[in-house]
């Protein structure tokens, strides 16, 4: 527990942070664009053909059997992906199969857990699995938020888990990719069964630097699965289950427009915003998540550009029903797609070549020639707590629980403007306040949040400040909306923290921003 | 009274913003507080801190007093204890929260009143952000949507929000319940700047009679000036014959609303979508209205997922002489306001029209004339009416006449 409570030192954004994590030594968050290693990638061993079927079938009979040839000890990495989202039944197996082999203290590292993954604490506790590097959704969070985890969980972006793997951070031992469609080969992709869910992105950076990938899929093709979104090349072993995922619980819940009118109106307020400040013009692009508030927010975008006959150029999804109606109707030239949400994604990605399936190298990572992240002119995302300077919070909630993870959150703060339409409080929490309980994004990145009540622009951005200061819209100072937070729902009282660390929060570049205490019991 | 134990408030899992209690008195042992709140973490200290200062402010020295909250701002905590305790203890004693100042703000008669967003009196989470979505006015409901057993409940309820809650300037009206139980919600609403009284089933000038005086009571003994404005609402087929003396009963009756379920119940017949069975009574409403100058109110369209058939109901109303309308979700208000507002082509003739007016009274002329044609006073105060509706609806600026000027050149 000695790790719990290592050296804390202060970063850029004023938060004490550990300088050690599970053995790992590490950097503290110096502020953006500042830290930039001078090392080379890392690298994975060199394989042989001639260690390989000369038929290319490597196949074998079971995941058990997978992992054992993998070579599965006591210590080592495993990684899994979230593509399945909440109807995921590979993770739940590989532990299963760890505990039955005696396996212990492994280190999970998936690109996302969800509550089917309860499941797991059983492992935490009895110590088949040690720590989770990756984002705890619900109950592992809760579970870790009481201290009951062994190591410190990492939580990282998906730009920051590619930058990880890239960079030697993290090194995977074994990965095992779940896969609608694949071949004995091991080439795959998420198009095609009924466990389709689009792409496959999140287990790019894990197939070309673990040293062992395993694909596991339920529709098992002969060769060539086409397109291969895994390559073959990079994999050690296929493997046929009956079921890798529970269809309806992989397309995502959250992705129905909202029917709430205060949620609509915000996503309202937030489309005008944009119009006036010029943001929605032709050859535009945007980006805005899966849950019901930015879903709204695309269609009113859709409805402007449909009255002023604006096209935009690319929308970076999550791609979902409404998105794909926006491109098949021209309203977007491009879907740059790192995450499909429901069936007509899936089917859009499929057979519309201007619907592309990209990965979080290409969109998200920090350290590589530039990402597409930077490129979009405007990016609609949410937050659990955003503070008078503008930081926000996504991971954990204003009673101190860690409950959700980062997602791309991190790595779309770096597009040009970005807006948080977010309630001013909820159920008598306020969402504005003088200091967010976990810093996630630094506020010279957030340009604009809009609430209910009003909308606060970034002092930093004296250009929108100045195009929206004839606006009707509510502009208001991020001040004036905590007050009034505070008026409605009185002062709230801070939660109180035992010492002991349970997580800490990477910033895009692997540094770290912040870092998660345990609640006090 | 025998009884020592007392409930208030909501509870249950769809419960948000409110919260639920339960007090016993007890004969020794002090005061204990039991709370189980969603926000116990930011807010358990100050919960228990309010609970303690309300019991001790009804002299209450032992009890046990348990809070199931979920979520409720203060004024609502404090509405839920005082309908608890004014169960087990004989008191006129009222606790209250400050009024806060941005509601201290009036409502003029002649004020344009297109919608009216009702809100369940005894459901607090509709209430707090009812004003953002910019409503004409908010209706905290004490009839028919609080069950028979909460009425009590609802008036405190109803007083606090008054008071605590910012309606971000919308007309700030209760609906009372039914004459003659609704007289007893006056002494909850008058006192805290409430501006309009809607009276259902109004059916007769006595009613409007008796309430007033029991208004004027409650406004001398708290020295209030201002008038309460009515609107009473007619929705039986008595009520229709006597639409215009109710209409005229009193200058602080400023309108008439429909209320068509129990219309087409009292005729013995169904609501429909094309209204035909309602057509007499709409008429008859609005001609009883205008003949007393004061404004017609349609009844709500109760289809919320249906827009287009709100904006077309809308026409109808507005083609009738109708002025505004009823809402039961806040979604509908932009529709119904942009189907009152007056249309592209209204507005560009009423400019044309009062651009002339104003030349020639510049100019000295008695008659105002558009090209060749003489244009009436009434329809110089007509294009009026829609200009200054135009430019309250932000749909043409102030300066309107500048740019239209302009343009003519």
């Avoid at chain 1, 082999?101 to 998936?110: A, M």
């Avoid at chain 1, 969070?141 to 009481?146: K, L, Q, T, V, Y």
């Avoid at chain 1, 397109?227 to 995502?252: A, F, L, M, R």
């Avoid at chain 2, 709500?300 to 904006?311: I, N, W």
Wanted: charge should be negative; proline fraction near 4%.
């Amino acid at each position: 527990m000695g790790q719990k409570y290592a050296n804390l030192v202060k970063n850029a954004v004023g938060r004490m942070v550990p300088t050690e994590v599970n053995g790992q030594k590490q950097v503290p968050f110096q502020g953006v664009g500042k830290y930039k290693p001078d090392a080379r990638k890392y690298s994975s061993k060199i394989s042989s053909c001639a260690d390989y079927p000369e038929d290319g079938n490597k196949q074998v009979a079971s995941l058990k059997d997978a992992l054992v040839k993998a070579g599965l000890k006591d210590g080592m990495t495993i990684s899994t992906h979230h593509h399945f989202r909440n109807g995921d039944l590979l993770a739940n197996k590989i532990f299963d199969i760890a505990k039955e082999l005696g396996v212990k203290d492994l280190r999970w590292v998936p690109s996302a857990s969800f509550p089917c993954h309860e499941h797991l604490i059983q492992y935490l506790e009895d110590g088949t699995i040690h720590h989770i590097e990756g984002s705890m959704n619900g109950p592992l969070g809760r579970f870790a938020s009481h201290g009951k985890m062994k190591g410190l969980g990492v939580l990282r972006s998906h730009g920051g888990r590619y930058q990880a793997i890239q960079d030697g951070d993290v090194h995977v031992d074994i990965t095992i990719i779940g896969a609608a469609c694949a071949d004995s080969f091991g080439n795959a992709n998420g198009l095609y069964g009924p466990s389709a869910s689009g792409l496959l992105g999140f287990a790019l950076a894990d197939s070309e630097y673990a040293d062992k990938v395993i694909v596991v899929t339920d529709n098992m093709v002969p060769f060539p699965c086409s397109p291969w979104q895994i390559q073959g090349n990079h994999v050690d072993y296929t493997v046929q289950v009956d079921q890798v995922g529970i269809p309806e619980k992989i397309v995502s819940g959250t992705t129905q427009i909202t029917k709430s009118p205060d949620r609509l109106l915000l996503a309202e307020m937030t489309a005008q915003f944009c119009l006036e400040a010029g943001i929605i013009r032709d050859g535009f692009s945007f980006q805005s998540g899966a849950g019901g508030t930015s879903l709204a927010v695309g269609d009113y975008f859709a409805k402007i550009m449909r009255e002023k006959n604006i096209k935009a150029r690319f929308a970076r999804g999550g791609s979902n029903k409404y998105l794909v109606s926006m491109l098949e109707e021209g309203l977007v030239d491009y879907i740059l797609d790192g995450q499909t949400f429901d069936l007509d994604g899936v089917k859009s990605m499929a057979d519309n070549p201007n619907h592309v399936w990209t990965s979080p190298f290409t969109s998200y990572n920090y350290h590589g020639k530039g990402n597409f992240a930077g490129l979009v002119d405007v990016v609609i995302l949410g937050a659990t707590e955003v503070d008078v300077n503008f930081n926000a919070n996504v991971v954990t909630h204003s009673d101190g629980l860690l409950l959700h993870g980062i997602g791309g959150w991190q790595n779309c703060l770096f597009s040009k403007t970005v807006i948080l339409p977010i309630p001013l409080f909820r159920d008598r929490i306020p969402v504005v306040l003088d200091e967010v309980t976990t810093i996630c994004g630094p506020g010279e990145l957030i340009d604009v949040i809009v609430t209910e009540r009003g909308i606060a622009i970034n002092p930093k951005r004296k250009d929108l400040i100045e195009k929206l200061k004839d606006s009707g819209l509510p502009i208001k100072t991020i001040q004036e909306l905590k007050e009034e937070a505070e008026k409605i729902c009185g002062k709230p009282a801070k939660p109180e923290f035992d010492d002991e660390l349970v997580a800490v929060i990477k910033w895009v570049d692997g540094t770290i921003i912040d870092s998660v205490k345990k609640v006090k019991s | 009274m025998s009884n020592k134990i007392a409930t208030a408030g909501n509870t249950g899992k769809k419960v948000r913003s409110d919260c639920f209690v339960t007090l016993e008195l007890k004969n020794s042992g002090g005061i204990k507080i039991e709370q189980k709140s969603k926000v116990e973490v930011l807010y358990g200290k100050a919960n228990n801190e309010l609970c303690n200062d309300i019991l001790k402010f009804y002299g209450i020295e032992n009890a046990k007093l348990s809070l199931e909250d979920k979520g409720a701002v203060p004024l609502i905590i404090t509405a839920r204890i005082e309908a608890a305790v004014k169960q087990l203890i004989d008191t006129d004693k009222e606790y209250l929260l400050d009024f806060i100042e941005e509601n201290n703000y009036t409502s003029e008669k002649e004020q344009f009143r297109f919608s009216r967003l009702y809100l369940p009196g005894n459901t607090p989470s509709m209430m707090l952000n009812a004003g953002i979505h910019d409503p004409n006015g908010i209706i905290l409901d004490l009839e028919d949507s609080v069950a028979f057993d909460r009425k009590k409940e609802a008036q405190l309820v109803v007083r606090n929000a008054l008071r605590g809650i910012n309606f971000y300037g919308a007309e700030r009206m209760v609906r009372i319940n039914q004459f003659p139980k609704g007289l007893e919600d006056l002494k909850y609403l008058v006192p805290h700047n409430v501006h309009m009284l809607l009276v259902p089933k109004c059916e007769g000038a006595e009613q409007i009679k008796e309430l007033e005086e029991k208004i004027e009571d409650i406004k001398k003994q708290y020295k209030i000036e201002r008038p309460v404005l009515l609107m009473p609402i007619i929705e039986s087929a008595l009520g229709v014959e006597k639409a215009f003396e109710v209409a005229s009963a009193s200058e602080n009756v400023v309108a008439l609303a429909i209320g068509l379920e129990d219309y087409t119940a009292d005729l013995g017949t169904r609501r429909t979508n094309e209204a035909v069975e309602s057509f007499y009574a709409r008429t008859r409403l609005v001609n009883a209205c205008k003949a007393a100058r004061i404004q017609a109110i349609d009844s709500v369209f109760s289809d919320v997922g249906d827009m287009d058939a709100l904006r077309e109901n809308v026409k109808v109303s507005k083609g009738l002489g109708f002025e505004g309308m009823g809402c039961i979700h806040p979604r509908q208000i932009k529709v119904i306001h942009e189907s009152f507002a007056p249309e592209a082509d209204e507005i560009e003739k009423a400019k044309k029209v009062v651009n002339a007016f104003i030349d020639a009274t510049e100019k000295g002329l008695g008659v105002v004339s558009l090209g060749t044609k003489m244009i009436d006073p009434p329809v110089v105060k007509r294009a009026e009416t829609t200009i200054n509706l135009a430019i309250s609806l932000g749909l043409i600026s102030e300066n309107w006449r500048e740019e239209f000027l302009n343009s003519e050149i």
